[in-house]
């Protein structure tokens, strides 16, 4: 099993380097499996909305077609899933994966007021000021 890089994932979907993309579809083609870890996700996801400016329906496409890559073990798959559908209801993906990668049941502690917000709506934590 091979570990892959946010920049391999990055390639894939804008396809900025056409070169660059091909070696990398082929790559993982080739690769028997590859290992995607919860971090690299999370950087994926930074890259596209902070870098190439993809808006939230586009970053979720994108998470779709990694997820869906046959070959890939996802770190943590359920957190990672979790956290998903929480940032498709419109929290951060970050705060997103953290709180789906607490363990259950939880409370978190964050002097963030909008996360706690968001979380209220959603429901999907108990978010404490310290």
Not at 83 to 92: K, L, P, R, S, T
Request: with cysteine; charged share 25%.
């Amino acid at each position: 099993m091979t570990a892959v890089d946010t920049n391999i994932l990055v390639r894939i979907i804008t396809r900025d380097n056409a070169e660059q993309a091909e070696r990398a579809v082929a790559f993982l083609e080739r690769e028997e499996s590859v290992f995607l870890a919860k971090t690299v996700l999370l950087e994926f996801e930074w890259v596209l909305r902070g870098i190439y400016k993809y808006g939230r329906s586009e970053v979720l496409s994108a998470l779709g077609v990694v997820l869906s890559i046959d070959n890939a073990e996802i770190e943590d798959a359920v957190a990672v899933t979790q956290a998903i559908d929480w940032y498709a209801q419109g929290m951060d993906f970050a705060d997103s994966l953290h709180l789906a990668s607490a363990p259950r049941p939880h409370r978190f502690a964050s002097f963030d007021a909008a996360l706690r917000r968001r979380t209220m709506r959603i429901g999907t934590a108990d978010v404490v000021c310290p």
